[in-house]
Nanobody
């Protein structure tokens, strides 16, 4: 079993930056492709970014492409989401999720995930 714990959320002004972290406990972090998802109030959960088990492949939602960067450290069992040029519409609860033995492409789907974190709130003020 894997436990995922997100951190790094907070309140930031538009144009600012935040770096989210998702620390995984358990074994063999390198078996999991990882994804970031978000859910804003009154909206459905949406895909943000995903990364393959080795970090060699990444995918981004069009809405964050060029502003967000996903990365991972298998040595630290942690996946990161660097968020720059934040906009008020980025306000949401951000979740990380793991997808066992899958690639970054499959990890774009919440349904492919087998473990999820509790989420961290990101609020961007205008």
């Amino acid at each position: 079993q894997v436990q995922l714990v997100e951190s790094g959320g907070g309140l930031v002004q538009a144009g600012g930056s935040l770096r989210l972290s998702c620390a995984a406990s358990g074994r063999t972090f390198s078996r999991y492709a990882m994804g970031w998802f978000r859910q804003a109030p009154g909206k459905e959960r949406e895909f943000v970014a995903s990364i393959s088990r080795t970090g060699g492949n990444v995918y981004y939602a069009d809405s964050v492409k060029g502003r967000f960067t996903i990365s991972r450290s298998n040595a630290k069992s942690t996946v990161y989401l660097q968020m720059n040029s934040l906009k008020p519409e980025d306000t949401a609860v951000y979740y990380c999720a793991s997808a066992t033995n899958m690639g970054a492409y499959e990890a774009r789907s919440w349904g492919a995930s087998d473990y999820w974190g509790q989420g961290t709130q990101v609020t961007v003020s205008s």
